[in-house]
Structures are given as C-alpha cells and as structure tokens.
C-alpha cells in the first residue's frame, strides 16, 4: 500500500499536483485531453479560513464511504484503495456525503484517488515543484 504525506508548510497552492492527477486518469494523458474529457482531479488542494489542506482519500481502515453506499458498489482492494463498480452505483451521494475527509468527488460516478494505480506511482507526488506530497510505503 502507498501512502502519500502532505506537508501544508511547503505546499504553495500551485495545483500542479491536480493538473498531474488529472491528466494521469485521462485517456489522451495530456492537458488538453484532460481538459476536453473534463477529467476531475482525485486530489484536491483546498484553502480552508485562509490555511492549505489536503483532500483525498486517506484509505481508512474502515471507511465510512462504503459503510454508507446502499447498492454495495464501493470497496476496498487488496491495497487499500477503494474502487467503485460504476454498472451498481446509482450516484445517490451518500458516500459523499460520508466522507470526513471531502475526498469524494461525485462526478459522473464518485472519484477518489488510487494512487495512480495504472501508473508507476502517484504522479501528484511525482509533479510537485516544492516535494510539499512525499510517497511513502505501507
């Protein structure tokens, strides 16, 4: 499993991690492509009563996210990471909604990082000019 730390006195809110991220799950893997696909980022950097946050998923032990989907269309891969079965998802918003961590996004069908699963590692880690996102194994 891979974890990916968030230093928030680094991060300068550049959003070079969510540009990273969405061009890493779209098809064409450019910005363009990624723009006209209107991928969403599956991190997001947030400013919160004037401080930088984080917003992803925290691979929680016992995610809340899945506890709630009522179609059983959310779970947790030998990894951790949590993959969503887009032919039961019915897009309610309840996993949304019981997120503490705002790390769903409910596009089309809820987004949530994984850790750039088909890549060779978290590519917003890889992207970010200050290392404000470090990868660290589990």
Known sequence: ???????????????????ACAIAHSKTKD???????????????????????????????NP????????????KDKNGTIKVNYFTCTRCGLC????????????????LCDRCAESDGPLCAKACPTKALKVKAV
Request: proline content about 5%; glycine content about 6%; overall charge positive.
């Open 96 to 111: 949304e909604e019981a997120c503490p961590f705002g790390a769903i996004i409910l596009g089309p069908f809820p987004t």
């Open 31 to 61: 910005l363009a492509g990624a723009i006209k696909e209107n991928r969403i980022a599956r991190i997001r950097i947030r400013k919160v009563s004037g401080k930088i946050k984080l917003e992803q998923c925290k691979l929680c032990k």
């Open 64 to 75: 809340r996210c899945i506890a709630r989907c009522p179609t059983n269309s959310l779970t």
């Open 1 to 19: 499993m891979v974890n990916i730390s968030f230093d928030k006195d680094l991060c300068l809110g550049c959003k070079t991690c969510e540009l």
